[in-house]
């Protein structure tokens, strides 16, 4: 029952900044690598909650933590991942890369979309239905050179196996 009073923490948008960051690497921190605390965490709906606040906070810092905590609830978790997947978290992430301001959001929700490629080689073509292969052209310069180097491996992770997603390069 610890996890409750973390989520409301989390979900209390008039706590500070600072409280709600720290809640949600309490839940990221859970989540990582631990079934029973995924599968718990499912349990109390936290998936929708984190993509709400990953989609809308407007501190790019608890932003940056829910993404965090997503990435830890559903990496090495085929379930919360096809869950994650299914509820548009694909289209969210790419929404991120491109929308959001903060670079580390950026490179967070690069490195999240690239282990998805890998444990679930669909979310390539929903990546790129959802424009990633422009967005990834675009941050070739970026004057972050973590964010580039991530840009030119999801490229090459991209078309690699396919003729359909080489095309547009």
Known sequence: GGFEPVLQIVQAES???????????????????????????????????LLEILSKDSDSGVRLKALGAISSLCRGHSELEQKFITNDGVALLVNKLGADGDVKVKRKCLFFLRALFFSSPSSKDQACRSGLKKLLVGLI???????????LNAMIELVTESKERTAAF
């Open 141 to 151: 310069g970026h004057e972050d050179i973590d964010l580039r180097e991530s840009c």
């Open 15 to 49: 706590k500070p900044a600072m409280e709600r960051k720290e809640s949600l690497e309490i839940l990221g921190a859970c989540a990582q690598n631990n079934p029973p605390c995924q599968q718990e965490l499912d349990k109390l709906g936290v998936l929708p909650i």
